[in-house]
């Protein structure tokens, strides 16, 4: 059995983030990722990171991928890139609006070469000309400030705070693989290709869809937040324990666990809403019952019983049975790098699944790429020749 999306030719113009783990998603699934990048190569290449020979982050987010070097400034790269998108499915960008059109890649310059192609531009802000943000840099972190999660994270100090990993970019790659998917599945049915236009806004207004509700009965700056406040990482003997028990049988379980069983049939205690509200009763008896034993001994004595995990390292996942369990930990090797371990496949077909290739290297597939789309090799000694290639 083939993968879903073999034959299926991506070509990934994107940097950063959000866009090129989309395209990486893509790949998971079979298509054939492209990535194009600039001379110099994408800019995250060239962010200080701890690990010698590469940028962790590059090798997380471009897996799946070949690399090849265009200059789209030169007249003579932007002629390969037409002639490589008269034969692509999907162009995936990232530029702010005002570009593409600047470099000659906007949507009907390419729709007129590939009539069907999946035209995917990845913005900050999105492309509404009503927009005042549409051409302001969008960057994760910005994002978090603009949209309430930042100040969301305060908690009871009151200062906002940065939820660290990108969360906002890797949420948007998976809305740049789904909106690509859905394209690729109306192209299907009706022949039409389409411009898609996800953005870091979208996506981070859709990470708090349970708390973007405002009803006209209540004050703009309702508190929005919902949980079990009793709810959270607790210190344990050694190490901290996560713990949240909000049904019945989870309150339960955790009372007995706890030993405070009596809880149980305490009307005072009976529903969530209640236990929330006596908040302050109860986080001291977990606290003092949780030094009773380690955060992995509790994990263990509750596992099943009580949602409880012990607060780990994502160092500690590359050796997890669950992660190897679930084939999400890889072994790959790299010229520059070496042996490294990273992530598998984020989705997990059922047929036709082959294993994740690395991260490339800087126009590692540049020939290899160019001759499969029938460029011939004084074509290519000549794109190098003018610079418009690497």
Same mark, same amino acid.
């Given at each position: 059995m083939s993968e879903a999306l073999q034959g299926i030719v991506v070509l990934d113009l994107a940097g950063y983030l959000a866009g090129p783990y989309g395209s990486a998603l893509l790949g998971d699934v079979g298509a054939d990722v492209i990535k194009i990048e600039p001379p110099g190569g994408d800019a995250v290449r060239q962010y200080p990171s701890s690990l010698d020979g590469d940028n962790r982050s590059f090798l997380g987010a471009n897996r799946n991928k070949r690399s090849i070097v265009l200059d789209l400034k030169n007249? *003579?790269?932007?002629?390969?890139f037409y002639r490589l998108v008269e034969q692509a499915d999907v162009v995936v960008h990232n530029f702010r609006p005002s570009v593409p059109k600047r470099l000659g890649i906007d949507y009907q310059k390419l729709?007129?070469?590939r009539p069907d192609l999946i035209y995917c531009s990845l913005t900050g802000y999105g492309e509404s000309e009503k927009g005042p943000l549409r051409d302001h840099p969008g960057y994760d972190t910005m994002l978090q400030c603009f949209t309430g999660i930042a100040a969301m994270q305060g908690g009871e100090t009151g200062q906002p705070q940065i939820l660290n990993g990108s969360i906002v970019d890797y949420f948007t790659s998976s809305f740049v693989a789904i909106h690509i998917l859905s394209a690729l599945v109306h192209r299907l049915r009706t022949g039409e290709g389409q411009h898609v236009k996800p953005s870091l806004l979208r996506s981070a207004v859709a990470?708090?869809?349970?708390?973007?509700i405002w009803a006209d009965s209540e004050p703009r700056d309702v508190d929005r937040w919902w949980g079990a406040s009793y709810s959270g990482i607790y210190a344990t003997k050694k190490g901290n324990l996560y713990l949240q028990a909000t049904t019945p049988a989870f309150w339960k379980n955790l009372c007995n666990s706890l030993g405070f069983p009596e809880l149980v049939e305490d009307p005072r205690y009976d529903t969530l809403k209640k236990r929330a509200a006596l908040r302050d009763e109860i986080k001291p008896l977990i606290r003092e019952a949780l030094k009773q034993h380690t955060a992995l001994e509790w *994990? *263990?004595? !509750?596992?099943?019983?009580?949602?409880?995990?012990?607060v780990r390292s994502i160092g500690d996942m590359f050796d997890h049975p669950q992660l190897l369990a679930e084939g999400l930990v890889v072994e790959h090797e790299h010229p520059r790098v070496g042996t490294y371990r990273s992530m598998g496949k984020a989705v997990? !077909?059922?047929?036709?699944?082959?294993?994740?290739?690395?991260?490339?290297m800087l126009g590692e597939h540049t020939d290899e790429v160019l001759a499969r789309f029938g460029f011939q090799e004084d074509e290519i000694a000549a794109l190098r020749a003018k610079g418009a290639a690497a």
């Open positions: 007249p *003579e790269g932007l002629a390969a729709r007129s070469l990470l708090q869809a349970g708390q973007f *994990e *263990e004595l !509750m596992l099943g019983k009580v949602p409880c995990i012990a997990k !077909m059922g047929v036709g699944d082959k294993p994740s290739t690395r991260a490339p």
